[in-house]
Antibody, heavy 118, light 107 residues
Framework: QVQLQQWGAGLLRPSETLSLTCAVS????????WSWIRQPPGKGLEWIGE???????NYNPSLKSRLTISRDTSKNHLSLKLSSVTAADTAVYYC????????????WGQGTLVTVSS | DIQMTQSPSSLSASVGDRVTITCRAS??????LHWYQQKPGKAPELLVY???SLESGVPSRFRGSGSGTDFTLTISSLQAEDFATYYC?????????FGQGTKVEIK
C-alpha cells in the first residue's frame, strides 16, 4: 500500500523559509510525478506545483518566485521549500502522487499545518 | 489559468436524497477532470477521475459525467458518510486548478 508521510516545521515567523518533506513508501517513486497542494484554514485547495519523473518541475505562477520543489530518489523523498513566507502562506500542506498522463492525485499525505505568525 | 466554478457552494440534503454538483471550466479540458471528497481534518480522497471513471473502492452511488467544459458529480442516494466537501480539479494544463468546493450538509 502506498503511503506518504509528511513532516516539517509547523510554526514560522514572517520572512522565514517553509520546508517540508514527504516520504514515499510502498510503491515506486521514480515512476510517478508528485505534487504539493495547500489549503488555508477554512478555505479551498490550491495547487502549488509538481515534479515529474525526470525531475522537471511545474510551479504555480503565483508562487514561482519563492518556490522550490525537489526530490531525493535515493531516499524516496519529496521536498517543498517556500521562501519569504507571510501570514497568507498559513495553510495545511499536502503532498500527493500523480497517477498517469492525466496527473490524477490518487494518494495523499496526511497534511501538515504550517502557521506563519510573528 | 483555467478557472473552475462549482455550484452550489453548499447544499443541505437528507439521507437517501439524490445530490448533483456541477463544475464548469473556463475553457475545454476534454476529460481531464477529477472529483475529490474531503472530510473535516482529513486529506482529500479521489472519487472519480477522467470525468466518469470511478476510483477503486468508491461506492457505485457516485457517478461522474461530462466533457469539455461542463461536468457533474451525482450521488444517487446520499448516505450518512457522504456528508463532506467535494472538489473538482482540472489537470488539462498547469496550474492545475480546483473548484472552490461544495459542502454537503445534513438537512
Amino acid at each position: 500500500q502506498v503511503q506518504l508521510q509528511q513532516w516539517g516545521a509547523g510554526l514560522l515567523r514572517p520572512s522565514e523559509t517553509l520546508s517540508l518533506t514527504c516520504a514515499v513508501s510502498g510503491g515506486s517513486f521514480t515512476d510517478y510525478s508528485w505534487s504539493w497542494i495547500r489549503q488555508p484554514p477554512g478555505k479551498g485547495l490550491e495547487w502549488i506545483g509538481e515534479i515529474d519523473q525526470t525531475g522537471s518541475t511545474n510551479y504555480n505562477p503565483s508562487l514561482k518566485s519563492r518556490l522550490t520543489i525537489s526530490r531525493d530518489t535515493s531516499k524516496n523523498h519529496l521536498s517543498l521549500k517556500l521562501s519569504s513566507v507571510t501570514a497568507a502562506d498559513t495553510a495545511v500542506y499536502y503532498c500527493a502522487r500523480n497517477y498517469g498522463y492525466r496527473s490524477i492525485a490518487d494518494y495523499w499525505g496526511q497534511g501538515t499545518l504550517v502557521t506563519v505568525s510573528s | 489559468d483555467i478557472q473552475m466554478t462549482q455550484s452550489p457552494s453548499s447544499l443541505s440534503a437528507s439521507v437517501g436524497d439524490r445530490v448533483t454538483i456541477t463544475c464548469r471550466a473556463s475553457q475545454s479540458i476534454t476529460s481531464f477532470l477529477h472529483w475529490y471528497q474531503q472530510k473535516p481534518g482529513k486529506a482529500p480522497e479521489l472519487l472519480v477521475y477522467a470525468a466518469s471513471s470511478l476510483e477503486s473502492g468508491v461506492p457505485s452511488r457516485f457517478r461522474g459525467s461530462g466533457s469539455g467544459t461542463d461536468f457533474t458529480l451525482t450521488i444517487s442516494s446520499l448516505q450518512a458518510e457522504d456528508f463532506a466537501t467535494y472538489y473538482c480539479q482540472q489537470t488539462y494544463n498547469t496550474p492545475r486548478t480546483f473548484g472552490q468546493g461544495t459542502k454537503v450538509e445534513i438537512k
